[in-house]
């Protein structure tokens, strides 16, 4: 009888225990997530450049916010290649 309330009592601490730590893991989770789940802080090149974050020296700029998304300057253009007449 002693046998099987000491089994019972380790099995009953084994399964406590493996909730526990899946209880860690879902809550870990949950807030690692509940982060990312907020509305960006920028839609816009213009917004993206306004709050600080870096500006790629590159053509067209481009501008890449904490989350690592990239904005493109809309306001960049390309001009057309025309060969000079002047000789």
């Known amino acids: ?30 807030i690692r997530h509940k982060n990312s789940d907020t509305k960006y802080s920028t839609d816009s090149y213009a917004g993206c450049v306004s709050e600080g974050n870096p500006v790629l020296e590159s053509y067209p700029e481009q501008c890449i916010d904490k989350q690592g998304r990239h904005y493109t300057n809309p306001d960049a ?6 060969p000079s007449t002047n000789k």
């Open 1 to 30: 009888m002693d046998k099987l309330k000491q089994l019972l009592t380790t099995s009953t601490a084994k399964v406590l225990l493996i909730v526990l730590a899946l209880s860690l893991v879902v809550l870990v989770w949950v």
């Open 77 to 82: 253009y390309l001009k057309p290649l025309v």
